[in-house]
């Protein structure tokens, strides 16, 4: 068994999101942590500990949305399975996610080509699976290798890869599909794309289309996912349980593939 991590780190300084949501780590070494270790022991100095050091710890500031995680249908609207019930359901909030949906056979459509903006059609979807020889099956995770993934990191990166639109991810969701995911910033195209088309067109219904998909029919996707180019196109099992979060609208997932060796 081959484990592969499909998950970006949450750290300081590096673009992988807009400016003004990116974490925030605070670092507390060793040294910086005696008077936290009083608390508990009265009294105690670093020369009652080895060396001098108390503990390490983090404190982080960040959104679910910051780091490889899971988006729940709860992210895309209130509502979700139009397209499956009279006036939907109330849309799954991320501890409500069932688990079993999020250990399954892995599918990866390798979108590299599409230039930066492009927004991917079901044609799209349907020849990328011929191409590889892959027949969907219920429940599979689909995931997208966009341009975006070269580029983590980098000054364009919120603005790179390609989409999946509307009528793309109800392709996938019809087929049984109930996650997905991308190496890239967003699973729609970057906002700086779509604002240029709703300007041109005036359709405001471009704006997150394959997000809004989920009121139709509820599903997840994971974003910025990482290292998919290293991956086959279909015959690994992908794993990204989220971190359980009361009532939220996604989770932090250490994603990962697993493949026989």
Request: hydrophobic share 40%.
């Amino acid at each position: 068994m081959r484990i592969v991590d499909l998950s970006i780190n949450i750290e300081n300084d590096i673009v992988g999101d807009p400016a003004f949501s990116r974490p925030k780590i605070k670092y507390l070494g060793h040294d910086d942590t005696i008077d936290r270790m009083r608390n508990f022991f009265p009294g105690l100095t670093s020369a009652n500990l080895p060396d001098g050091k108390a503990w390490a710890i983090e404190n982080v500031e960040l959104t679910t949305h910051n780091g490889t995680h899971l988006d729940a249908p709860y992210h895309f609207h209130p509502t979700m399975n139009h397209a499956l019930y009279p006036g939907g359901e109330r849309a799954m909030t991320i501890d409500e996610i069932p688990l079993d949906w999020c250990f399954r056979s892995g599918v990866k459509l390798d979108f590299r080509h599409f230039e930066d903006g492009y927004v991917a059609t079901a044609d799209d979807v349907r020849a990328e699976l011929d191409r590889i020889g892959c027949e969907l099956k219920p429940y599979d995770i689909v995931v997208v290798n966009t341009r975006a993934g070269e580029r983590y990191g980098c000054a364009d990166y919120v603005e790179s890869g390609c989409g999946v639109g509307r009528d793309a991810t109800l392709h996938l969701l019809k087929a049984g599909v109930r996650i997905t995911g991308t190496d890239a910033w967003s699973w729609d195209a970057p906002f700086l794309y779509t604002a240029k088309r709703v300007a041109a067109t005036g359709d405001y219904g471009l704006i997150w289309e394959g997000h809004k998909a989920g009121r139709e029919i509820g599903y997840c996707h994971i974003e910025k996912l990482h290292a998919l180019e290293s991956l086959p196109s279909h015959g690994f099992k992908i794993a990204c349980f989220p971190v359980k979060i009361r009532g939220a609208s996604a989770g932090w997932t250490r994603a990962v593939a697993i493949l026989d060796d």
